[in-house]
């Protein structure tokens, strides 16, 4: 039989070498995780923000594209619409209950005059009050 108890001199000990680049790579992916989740969670809350119906702002587009000419169909909806921006300042209050005591004469009635003057001037002085 043969004896395989040979002294080796010059074969050293296996050591054991610190390697810490799994953990970098993990570290490193987890960062990219949460960086592409948190721009993805950003990107949603764009869209979701920018398609959000403004109830204030479509009426105040409908207030300005009214034709005044068309009194009673008018009257109605600057009462309408007004409605939404009558209770931002008691001086909105105001002007609001003032304009319909004068668009009073133009509702409810089968056949109405055109505005006047003075009507137009209310009309446009609390399209021009109105901030969106």
């Not at 105001?94 to 005059?113: A, G, S």
Request: avoid cysteine; charged fraction near 25%.
């Amino acid at each position: 039989m043969q004896n395989f108890d040979i002294p080796l001199h010059d074969i050293k000990p296996l050591v054991e070498i610190e390697e810490y680049s799994l953990y970098y790579f993990a570290g490193f992916v987890t960062l990219a995780l949460f960086l592409v989740g948190g721009i993805l969670y950003l990107v949603y809350v764009w869209f979701k923000r920018k398609s959000v119906f403004n109830k204030r702002k479509e009426h105040f587009k409908l207030l300005n594209s009214l034709d005044l000419r068309d009194a009673k169909s008018a009257a109605y909806a600057i009462t309408a619409y007004g409605s939404t921006f009558a209770n931002d300042s008691p001086r909105h209050t105001q002007m609001y209950k003032n304009l319909t005591q004068r668009l009073e004469i133009y509702k409810y009635k089968k056949n109405v005059d055109a505005f006047d003057k003075e009507s137009i001037g209310y009309i446009e002085l609390y399209k021009g009050m109105i901030d969106v």
